[in-house]
C-alpha cells in the first residue's frame, strides 16, 4: 500500500497525502459536479450535525511530557501535544457557550496556504455544533474513546466522528501529533508546522512506536484528568465535572490512515485499551507479528491497494478476539475523515484537476460515507464498551446498503 512516504512529484498531488496514503479510485460523479464558484463569491462549508441525543461541549488541553525530548522538533524540547476532548453537555447550561470553530483561525490560514492553495477569503470556513467549555452532563460517567488522525492531517479531521460519538454519550479525546500533523496551534500562540524530515528519518515502525507513545501519555493525563488533577500545561480552568465524566474502565481507539496503524499498536501496547478500530490504515509495527487478543475492526475504502490488503490479511489470524473487516463502497481513503465533507464543499476552488480530488473521495455520495462510518463505529464502540448488541456485523444493513460485510 502506498503510505505516508509515497509522495508523487507533483505539488498539485500534496492534497491526496494529507492522511498518508494515496489512493486508487475512477471518476467521481457525485463529487464531480459541484457548481463552479464565481470569481468574488466565498465558498461555505458546513459540517453535517451528530446524529445523537446529546448536546456536545468541547475542550482543549495543552500537554507537555518532560521525561521525553521530542525527536521531531526543530529545537530541543520536551515531547508537547495539544488533545481535543468531545463530551456530552449539560442541556441547561450548553447554548450559554459559543459554537466552536472547525480549527482556529492560525491553523486555518496555514492549511489553506500550505495544503489547499486556496487564496484567503475564498472558503468560509464551519463552526461545529459542539460549545466550547460548555458544562459536563453530570449524569452519568462515559466510556472513552481515544482518536488518532493520519499523517499530515491535525485534530480538526476527526471532528465528525468525535462530535457523533459524544452525542450519543462517549467522551472522545483526538490529539495532535505535534510535527506529524500540518499545522498545531499552541495556547502561547506558537504554530507548530509539520517537520517532514524529521518524520521521514524514520521507519513507519518507529512513526507508529513514537504516535503510539504519544496516545499512551494522553492516556496518562486522562487518568491524572479522572483523579482530579488538571494536567493542562498551563492549568487553564477546565469545564467542571469532566474529569468525573471518565469512565477509565471503557477505553477504546479508533484511528485513520496511519492513525489506524497507530491506533492498532495501541491496542496491541495499552492493556487499558479494550478495543480498536482502523479506518483504511495499515499495519506496522510489533502488532504484525504478534496479533491481538481484544476485539478490532478493520474498515477500509473500496479501492484495490494490494499492500494495505495483503498487511490486512497477515494480521487477520494472529487476530484471537472478536474481529470484523467492513468496506464501504465506491470510498476512497479520503472518504473516512472530515475530508469527504471538507473537499467536497471547497472543490469550486481548490486548484486541483479534478481527477485528483476524486481519487480521494471515491464516488460515494458524502453524506451516506459520514452516516454510514458513523453507524458502524458507534456500533462497535456500544458493543464492546457499553456492551450492546447490534445486528451491523452479522448482516448487511438496509439502511447502509454502502457497506460490506467481508469477514
Same mark, same amino acid.
Given at each position: ?152 492531517? @491535525? ?32 495556547? @502561547? ?16 515502525? #518507529? ?75 495499515? =499495519? ?44 464501504? @463502497? ?25 481527477? #485528483? ?48 460485510? =467481508?469477514?
Amino acid at each position: 500500500m502506498p503510505h505516508h512516504r509515497s509522495r508523487p512529484a507533483a505539488a498539485a498531488l500534496a492534497v491526496l497525502l494529507a492522511t498518508g496514503a494515496l489512493t486508487g479510485g475512477t471518476a467521481a460523479t457525485a463529487h464531480a459536479q459541484a457548481p463552479a464558484a464565481t470569481a468574488t463569491a466565498p465558498v461555505p462549508i458546513t459540517l453535517p450535525a451528530p446524529t445523537g441525543l446529546l448536546p456536545v461541549g468541547t475542550t482543549a488541553l495543552h500537554l507537555v511530557d518532560p521525561r521525553r525530548p521530542d525527536r521531531w522538533a526543530p529545537t530541543p524540547r520536551p515531547r508537547e501535544l495539544m488533545a481535543q476532548l468531545w463530551y456530552p453537555a449539560a442541556a441547561c447550561g450548553a447554548p450559554a457557550h459559543r459554537l466552536a470553530p472547525w480549527a482556529g483561525a492560525a491553523e486555518r490560514a496555514h492549511l489553506e496556504a500550505d495544503y489547499l492553495g486556496v487564496a484567503p477569503g475564498r472558503l468560509v470556513w464551519p463552526a461545529t455544533h459542539s460549545r466550547e467549555d460548555a458544562p459536563v452532563d453530570r449524569t452519568a460517567r462515559r466510556p472513552v474513546v481515544l482518536y488518532s488522525p493520519g499523517s499530515r492531517a @491535525d485534530r480538526s479531521f476527526g471532528t465528525l466522528a468525535a462530535e457523533d460519538l459524544a452525542s450519543r454519550g462517549y467522551v472522545v479525546v483526538v490529539l495532535d501529533h505535534t510535527f506529524d500533523a500540518g499545522e498545531v496551534a499552541f495556547p @502561547d500562540g506558537r504554530l507548530e508546522v509539520r517537520n517532514k524530515p524529521a518524520v521521514f528519518a524514520m521507519t513507519d515502525e #518507529e512513526i507508529v512506536a513514537y504516535r503510539t507513545a504519544d496516545t499512551r501519555f494522553v492516556l496518562d493525563r486522562l487518568t491524572d484528568l479522572a483523579a482530579g488533577t488538571n494536567p493542562d500545561a498551563e492549568h487553564r480552568p477546565l469545564p467542571p465535572g469532566l474529569g468525573a465524566a471518565l469512565d477509565l474502565t471503557a477505553v477504546g481507539v479508533a484511528g485513520h490512515s496511519m492513525g489506524g496503524a497507530t491506533a492498532v499498536q495501541t491496542l496491541h501496547d495499552d492493556p487499558r485499551v479494550l478495543a480498536g478500530a482502523s479506518l483504511d490504515g495499515p =499495519v506496522f509495527g510489533t502488532v504484525a507479528t504478534d496479533g491481538l487478543d481484544r476485539p478490532l475492526l478493520l474498515f477500509g475504502a473500496s479501492d484495490v491497494r494490494p499492500a494495505r490488503d495483503a498487511m490486512w490479511d497477515a494480521l487477520w489470524p494472529r487476530l484471537t478476539s472478536w474481529r470484523r473487516q467492513l468496506r464501504l @463502497d465506491d470510498s476512497g481513503h479520503g472518504s473516512f475523515a472530515d475530508l469527504e465533507v471538507l473537499l467536497t464543499a471547497a472543490r469550486p476552488v481548490l486548484p486541483w484537476p479534478a481527477d #485528483e480530488v476524486d481519487h480521494l473521495l471515491g464516488t460515494i455520495d458524502p453524506a451516506r460515507a459520514v452516516s454510514a462510518q458513523r453507524a458502524y463505529l458507534a456500533a462497535f464502540f456500544d458493543l464492546h464498551l457499553r456492551h450492546r448488541p447490534t445486528p451491523l456485523f452479522t448482516t448487511p444493513s438496509p439502511g447502509h446498503p454502502e457497506v460490506r460485510l =467481508v469477514r
